[in-house]
């Protein structure tokens, strides 16, 4: 069973605007975590977020996480047609030690 | 190799055949996790182990689906007959640490052996 919902399931936007991506989870959680799938590739991991920190940044994208709200957001500014891929939020949840536990997705495409 | 390699990439299975799968790791890491994903959802554990041991497999759906890594380094999922709703993208994925959820561990994905039962 999934244990993040993303929303929304699809985007598109144009190169130059900024993408934003919601994912809400059901447990307590350690971390929270990001990953990014092309089409057709396996997963790159873009970000991790601790369950006591509220937001983080790496280059483009921005991360911030709600643990009274059970959600995250991921922002990517200044999107580009390479960012065009799935995205998934992904958990371990307290009840489970070793299971990182993925949500179902949003895909985004971003045109020139 | 530098990431973690799967063989074979794409596979078409006719209903009732034995598969297996193939997944070499990054050298040196520890863990390994299978994960299977279905068309349009996100990846769902199957199974993991800490070098050649196989510490949580309850995310195998069947007994006809089974997993091992005897060295602690390539790894093997085998599924038994296989049946329609076996057809999907297989991911392995290694770490380097034993997994530590607290601190949070970054994990490896192959490309994924996709999977077509027919």
């Known amino acids: 069973s999934q244990q993040g919902e993303e929303d929304p399931q699809a985007l598109s936007i144009q190169e130059g605007e900024n993408a934003t991506m919601n994912c809400s989870y059901k447990t307590s959680i350690n971390n929270l975590q990001w990953y990014r799938q092309n089409s057709g590739r396996g997963l790159v991991h873009l970000i991790l977020i601790r369950s006591n920190e509220r937001e983080k940044h790496s280059g483009r994208l921005r991360v911030t996480l709600d643990t009274s709200k059970k959600s995250s957001s991921l922002l990517i500014t200044a999107s580009r047609a390479a960012d065009t891929a799935s995205y998934f939020c992904a958990t371990y949840f307290s009840g489970s030690a070793r299971q990182l536990t993925f949500g179902s997705g949003t895909q985004l495409t971003v045109l020139p | 190799g530098a990431g973690v390699s799967q063989s074979p990439r794409y596979k078409v299975a006719k209903r009732g055949q034995d598969v297996a799968l193939r997944c070499d790791p990054i050298s040196g890491h520890v863990s390994l996790f299978w994960y299977q994903q279905a068309l349009g959802q996100g990846p769902e554990f199957l199974t993991y182990f800490q070098n050649e041991a196989q510490l949580d497999k309850s995310g195998l759906p069947s007994d006809r689906f089974f997993a091992e890594r005897p060295e602690g380094s390539v790894s093997t999922l085998k599924i038994q007959r296989t049946q329609q709703e076996d057809s999907a993208v297989y991911l392995c994925?290694?770490?380097?640490?034993?997994?530590?959820?607290?601190?949070?561990?970054?994990?490896?994905f192959g490309e994924g052996s996709w999977l077509t039962v027919v």
């Open positions: 994925a290694s770490s380097p640490d034993r997994v530590v959820p607290i601190s949070g561990n970054t994990i490896y």
